[in-house]
């Protein structure tokens, strides 16, 4: 796949992403961003490994296997140079508050501590270079044109 193709498809994506969450509320837009952040890591993982031996599921990535889980692929990823070490923390952060956002029965805000912090943190990480894939266009950093 040719640098514009891949330029495109990452634009047609992320339109997608901005479209689907315009309508939702902040818990279903943490939701949302970590999922897709999950899924493009499970995409650059599997692109550096073999394929696998059978027509099953892949056993590398069910649930529950070594590479099941988003914590799992932040870790693998980074130890292979995928991402950045800002990259897996901004991982990890997300993905702590993706957790209490799953689990929480009472209103969520990003308001209070301990999600403001954890925003905050993850704002710095991905905004504070213009080239980081993760900052997402302008959803999660403002556009500075």
Request: net charge neutral.
């Amino acid at each position: 796949m040719s640098d514009s193709e891949v330029k495109a498809q990452m634009g047609r994506r992320l339109e997608q992403l901005q479209n689907a969450m315009a309508e939702e509320s902040i818990r279903g837009q943490i939701l949302i961003l970590t999922a897709q952040l999950d899924e493009l890591l499970l995409e650059m993982l599997k692109r550096m490994l073999k394929p696998q031996r059978g027509k099953d599921e892949d056993e590398l990535f069910r649930p529950m296997a070594p590479l099941g889980s988003f914590s799992s692929r932040t870790a693998v990823a980074f130890r292979l140079g995928l991402i950045s070490s800002d990259d897996a923390e901004a991982f990890d952060v997300l993905r702590k508050v993706r957790n209490d956002c799953g689990h929480a029965v009472a209103p969520f805000s990003l308001v209070a501590e301990p999600h403001l912090g954890r925003l905050r943190r993850f704002i710095e990480l991905t905004c504070r270079d213009s080239h980081r894939a993760i900052g997402l266009g302008g959803l999660v950093c403002p556009k500075s044109d």
